[in-house]
């Protein structure tokens, strides 16, 4: 039989999948047996736990999708945190993950982005989400990618033995708060809601048709939508807790079952209500009085990954145009010479172009010259006015260390980068100044080659000041020789405003042409 027509229990037989013991996984004794994992149970939850409904209740929707709509199961993928909660991932008959604290979104993010055609659920407890996990909870919210999240809320840290949580009631006691509890707590669906989910309902646990139906609903649909089911944690929460119980000894002996029948009863259905309004009322003592619960929001709006699709649409059609361009870019003949590793340290103040001339070096040198060049950037506390440093590295070989070792020539522009920089120069390098603009002290270094030229004056002179940096990269060009004329020249037309590149190729020309003279000069 082709694969595609065989059903679940075939396909995985066909897989190789054979359980430990089959009567212990598939009894055919209740209409729920193939959704579950038989060899993991019995489950590790107390008597009187709300979990047990919220599985049932889960596997249901899945099994009714899988009838109803066509739902391939081999596609959902089922992920938790840790918590009681978290166990029902450990427990369900499909792909399943169980994440560490807190981290169940960013996992089910991962998994969503990177195969779009699962179906991802993450089922975890309030604790995970909403403490350890919180941020991530906002920010899966607010991106709005399609993942249904069902966050089981029994007011405290239940596995760990009653620790107060983010939605432990105020006044309410819990194992640390025994006095009461002086924080106020989340109410999940506004949290929800705010962040950006676009569905959002809550249900007690004993209401499990309308959990269902909600759970059908949330698991279509198309973005991020968060289910938040009010469950009793009998063991932890109900023992400090006796709401609705009294002092009945019988009552008191089955409290988890008690305290679901006193949540249902208390429950009050205002679907469509203001999640701002979805309130978990408590008396003075911490008592919970009331749950409003109900289909909060149900909004349709485009899910991360139509919003990236959108974007990226647009990025491909600039992508194209500036591909065209680059593919057009003028060619030069490949060099024949190797170039050593050099490290050129650029500095000066934001404005005057010190990030755009190491920018300029790196791509002559990688582009035109086909060399391989690192460039890295620095600013200092603030931008224009500040200081600011570059650093490019240019070799024949590949880099395989990024940073600066140490400089072999520099070009500074300004005081503050000269006393910042210049003792960092190899001995025997050479130091670029703009000699308008640093005044050399008298324990100048020796051993090092200084040469200067009034940039920012001649740039002023020739028509603007801003333009500097071409006439110092012109001398730097001549003198070092790391990256050839013509590689500079190119290099500057295509990165300086298409207005101002006759000006800047016209100082260039200039700092070269005082190069060679030095050059020249010194032999
Ligand atoms: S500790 Fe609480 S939440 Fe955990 S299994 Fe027991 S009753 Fe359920």
């Not at 089922?123 to 966050?151: Q, Y």
């Not at 400089?407 to 522009?413: A, F, K, L, N």
């Not at 190119?490 to 207005?499: D, F, G, N, R």
Request: a negative charge; hydrophobic letters at 40%; one cysteine or more.
């Amino acid at each position: 039989m082709p694969e595609e027509e065989m059903n679940r229990s075939e396909r995985l037989k066909l897989l190789g999948y054979e359980p430990p013991d089959k009567s212990d996984w598939v009894t055919g004794l209740h209409p729920l047996d193939t959704m579950l994992r038989g060899e993991r149970l019995p489950h590790i939850w107390c008597q009187g736990c709300g979990l047990g409904i919220v599985l049932n209740v889960l596997v249901s929707s899945l099994q009714w999708l899988e009838e109803h709509q066509g739902w391939d199961l081999d596609k959902v993928a089922v992920v938790s945190g840790i918590g009681c909660t978290g166990r029902i991932a450990g427990y369900v008959r499909l792909d399943s993950f169980h994440t560490t604290h807190g981290r169940a979104l960013p996992f089910a993010t991962g998994l969503k982005l990177a195969n779009p055609d699962l179906k991802v659920i993450v089922v975890s407890g309030d604790g995970d989400i909403a403490g350890i996990g919180g941020n991530h909870f906002i920010h899966t919210a607010r991106r709005n990618l399609e993942i249904a999240l069902v966050c089981v809320n029994n007011f405290n840290y239940g596995m760990t033995g009653g620790q107060v949580g983010p939605t432990t009631p105020h006044e309410a006691r819990a194992v640390t708060t025994q006095y009461g509890n002086f924080e106020y707590p989340f109410n999940l669906p506004y949290l929800a809601a705010a962040s950006g989910a676009s569905f959002v309902a809550r249900w007690t646990v004993l209401h499990a048709r309308q959990l269902e139906w909600t759970l059908r609903e949330a698991l279509v649909h198309p973005g991020f939508s968060f289910v938040e089911v009010i469950a009793p944690c009998s063991t932890a929460y109900a023992r400090w807790n006796p709401e609705g119980r009294g002092l009945d000894p019988e009552k008191l002996g089955r409290r988890g079952l008690e305290t679901m029948k006193y949540y249902q009863k208390i429950g009050r259905t205002m679907n469509g209500c203001h999640p701002k309004d979805a309130d978990i009322r408590v008396n003075e003592k911490g008592e919970i009085v009331e749950i409003i619960e109900g289909q909060f929001v149900n909004d349709r709006r485009p899910d991360l990954r139509a919003a990236m699709g959108q974007q990226i649409a647009q990025a491909q059609k600039t992508w194209s145009a500036e591909r065209k361009s680059l593919d057009q870019r003028e060619q030069l003949a490949p060099r024949k010479d190797k170039v050593p590793r050099s490290e050129v340290q650029l500095g000066g103040f934001g404005g005057q172009g010190i990030i755009s001339a190491g920018r300029i070096i790196g791509l002559a040198a990688a582009v035109y010259d086909k060399l391989e060049a690192c460039f890295t950037q620095s600013y200092g506390p603030e931008a224009r006015g500040g200081a600011a440093g570059a650093q490019v590295i240019i070799a024949s070989e590949p880099i395989h260390h990024p940073h600066l070792i140490e400089p072999t020539s520099m070009i500074i522009m300004s005081q503050g980068a000269y006393a910042r920089y210049a003792p960092t120069l190899a001995p025997g390098g050479t130091l670029f100044i703009d000699e308008g603009l640093v005044a050399l002290p008298a324990d100048h270094r020796t051993d090092i080659t200084t040469l200067g030229i009034s940039a920012t004056q001649i740039a002023e002179r020739e028509g603007s000041s801003r333009a500097a940096n071409s006439t110092i990269l012109g001398l730097w060009s001549a003198v070092t020789g790391i990256v050839r004329q013509e590689a500079m020249r190119l290099a500057i037309a295509e990165s300086v405003p298409t207005k101002t590149v006759e000006l800047n190729l016209r100082l260039f020309d200039i700092g070269f042409e005082k190069g060679i003279e030095l050059v020249d000069n010194n032999g």
